[in-house]
């Protein structure tokens, strides 16, 4: 996972065009004839591990060597060479670059959830079927292993961490102006009136004109559905019903003006949260330790809910965020690849690891019920069991959210049409169709059929 400090950027999918999924350069199979192996055979596996071998491994964790120390004592023939390429968009595109050129491109390479089909449509990413991988789906909450699961069963990526949604709320503030933490939106909305016309400094909540992200994570919880890929084919209904009442009721809001629409990982959104403006913050379970670090002034204040629901007694969640560990089509080393992949995600004590050193939320159902993770009681929270509040919400997120194969400009399209409507406080509904008419525009010129 990564924090959303970097604003995304235009870069436009290569290799996407005439509808056309292009394969990625290179092998698949250890003897680098491209053809990916139907199975492999245990012999073979131990054989692979016990050659001696070198890896490239991309990723942006910080520390994450320790995570390769582990791995490395295990299998002492394989050395893991660690490369950070940039953070997020950064490395997309200097991977972009390296396979098309045919050269320079990791073994093994961190990919957020969001991403993977960028780089399945192009045909860049191997297969991990053949190598074990779908013996592995039991250990990851299951929507986690949707997010890296092909149409046609193949599995693309070994998820690493998430992000499902939850609220951080100042307990103080809501103390303070007889506020409970909202159970549903209309309840939501009815506080961010009444906290506003209190206090016109403070503002329930800020809906960044800025994060894709969060809003993607929004519509997931809200039962949208706006993008599903079958080959040259893809469906695009970023404006249906769900999205529609999404945008209606927080462009309501931030009309009103009972909603800050602060660009957000910026100085000023900084300042706002030490400073009490916003009394929740509709985050992913990375939040809470961003939050910590971010807002110290605070400490104490902060508690953690489920997201408000739609529908009274629901319980839905949507996701922000979280990453996955893939492996290149091209590499020349297949099942140590894949096998370094499986071992940095499953393996017990490199998992705890990421959760306890890094701070990333898991993916394993095993650690997400982990007394030692679960129930840790940090300060900052007044004590609460914040851990056991998210990974209660991990299990509510659904399992049928698609990502597109052009994201980046997905998300470029979104800036400029609804992010730009929550930012100036315009029609948000109006908004949609403008962002549906420039995804179908870019997706019919990239060759794709559009439903």
């Known amino acids: 996972m990564r924090t959303p400090r970097l604003r995304l950027t235009r870069v436009l999918a290569a290799g996407v065009a005439a509808g056309l999924v292009l394969a990625g350069c290179g092998g698949g199979s250890d003897d680098g004839s491209g053809d990916t192996p139907s199975s492999v055979s245990q012999a073979d596996i131990d054989k692979a591990m016990q050659t001696p071998t070198e890896l490239t491994f991309w ?3 910080p520390n994450i060597d320790k995570e390769i120390a582990l791995f490395q004592k295990k299998y002492p023939a394989i ?4 490369v950070n390429a940039g953070q997020g968009e950064p490395q997309y595109t200097k991977l972009r670059t390296a396979l098309k050129a045919g050269s320079g491109a990791p073994d093994v390479v961190q990919i957020e959830f969001q991403y993977i089909p960028t780089f399945t449509i192009t045909g860049d990413l191997l297969d991990l079927r053949p190598y074990g991988a779908e013996a592995l789906k039991d250990q990851f909450v299951d929507w986690t292993w949707g997010q890296v699961t092909g149409a046609d069963g193949q599995v693309w990526a070994i998820p690493q961490d998430t992000g499902p949604m939850g609220m951080l709320y100042r307990q103080d503030i809501f103390d303070k102006y007889g506020i409970k933490p909202p159970a549903t939106w209309d309840e939501f909305a009815a506080a961010a009136r009444t906290l506003h016309t209190a206090d ?31 080959g040259d084919q893809i469906t695009v209904s970023v404006n249906d019903e769900a999205s529609k009442k999404l945008a209606g009721y927080w462009g309501g809001l931030a009309k009103e003006g009972v909603i800050a629409t602060d660009a957000d990982f910026t100085d000023q959104w900084f300042q706002g949260l030490n400073r009490g403006k916003y009394a929740t913050w509709l985050t992913a379970a990375w939040g809470p330790v961003f939050l910590s670090s971010s807002a110290k002034d605070t400490s104490g204040k902060w508690r953690a809910a489920p997201l408000p629901q739609w529908t009274a007694g629901a319980n839905e969640a949507g ?14 080393n297949p099942i140590a690849a894949a096998k370094f992949a499986e071992f940095l995600n499953t393996d017990p004590e490199s998992t705890m690891m ?9 993916a394993t159902k095993s650690l997400l019920s982990n007394p030692a993770f679960t129930d840790q009681k940090p300060a900052f929270y007044g004590g609460q069991q914040v851990n056991q509040v998210f ?31 929550l930012a100036d406080r315009t029609d948000t509904v109006a908004a949609l169709d403008q962002w549906q008419e420039r995804i179908t525009t870019y997706a019919k010129n990239q060759g794709f059929t559009v439903k």
């Open 79 to 82: 050395k893991v060479k660690l």
């Open 391 to 421: 990974a209660g919400i991990s299990d509510t997120v659904a399992t049928d959210f698609q990502w597109p194969p052009f994201l980046d400009q997905t998300v470029n399209d979104w800036d400029e049409t609804v992010g730009k409507s």
């Open 319 to 332: 996701n922000w965020g979280g990453s996955t560990s893939a492996v290149v089509k091209a590499t020349k």
């Open 354 to 362: 990421f959760a306890t050193e890094q701070f990333l939320f898991p």
């Open 59 to 61: 990723s942006w964790v």
């Open 200 to 230: 016109p400094n403070v503002y329930l909540t800020n809906l960044a004109g800025n994060q894709n992200g969060a809003w993607m994570g929004l519509l997931w919880q809200a039962g949208a559905r706006p993008f599903k890929t079958d």
